[in-house]
């Protein structure tokens, strides 16, 4: 008796794991944090989950639940890293207070001032961001 013939080394019962499914998912649990902790990180990191889940959603079938769940998480962690970038561009340059420390703070790295005394001038009080 061949050992192809026995039931017992049949593996056609396996499940097929999807790789790209597989990937991004991980990638929509990357990005969901990194959009939430730094916002700018979810956008590349969401934007790869995402060419990964269209990579595993095959012509004429139904997607895998873990391109499903990677589909939601990085389309959640896009718009969250979106969101978060685009209140930080603007309370940066619609605040003039801010822009003016910006500015002053150039101006002093420029006139040859160290890292160090600007930062005790903002530890002061004197300087804010």
């Known amino acids: 008796m061949d050992y192809q ?3 017992y080394y049949n593996n056609s019962n396996q499940t097929q794991y999807n790789s790209f499914g597989i990937a991004s998912l991980v990638c929509g649990i990357l990005a969901t944090l990194a959009a939430c902790c730094t916002g700018v990180l979810g956008i590349p990191i969401g934007a790869l989950g995402m060419i990964f889940a269209f990579l595993g959603t095959r012509q004429g079938k139904m997607p895998d639940p873990m391109v499903k769940a990677g589909l939601w998480l ?4 896009l718009g969250i890293g979106l969101l978060i970038t685009i209140y930080a561009i603007r ?3 619609m605040d003039p207070n801010y822009l003016n420390n910006v500015m002053e703070i150039y101006q002093r790295i420029e006139a040859g001032e160290s890292y160090m005394e600007i930062m005790q001038d903002v530890n002061n009080g004197t300087l804010t961001l």
Do not use: E, K, T, V
């Open 5 to 7: 013939d026995n039931p």
């Open 74 to 77: 990085n389309g959640i962690a």
């Open 91 to 93: 309370i940066m340059l």
